[in-house]
């Protein structure tokens, strides 16, 4: 509640830089959609789990 929250300076060319980030969080939001169905029907594991060798 004391901290002084400072406002950044804007950003050059900001608005491709969101649009840029978008398309990454959309690709990586689909490549976890397509994991978790692969790993649902068992054509991988989790990758939480450890390999057995």
């Not at 690709?27 to 649902?40: G, N, P």
Request: contains cysteine.
């Amino acid at each position: 509640m004391l901290d002084t929250w400072h406002v950044l300076p804007e950003q050059a060319e900001e608005s491709a830089l969101v649009t840029r980030w978008q398309a990454i969080r959309a690709l990586r939001a689909e490549v976890a959609r397509v994991l978790k169905e692969l790993r649902s029907a068992g054509k991988i594991g989790s990758r939480c789990r450890p390999k057995s060798a």
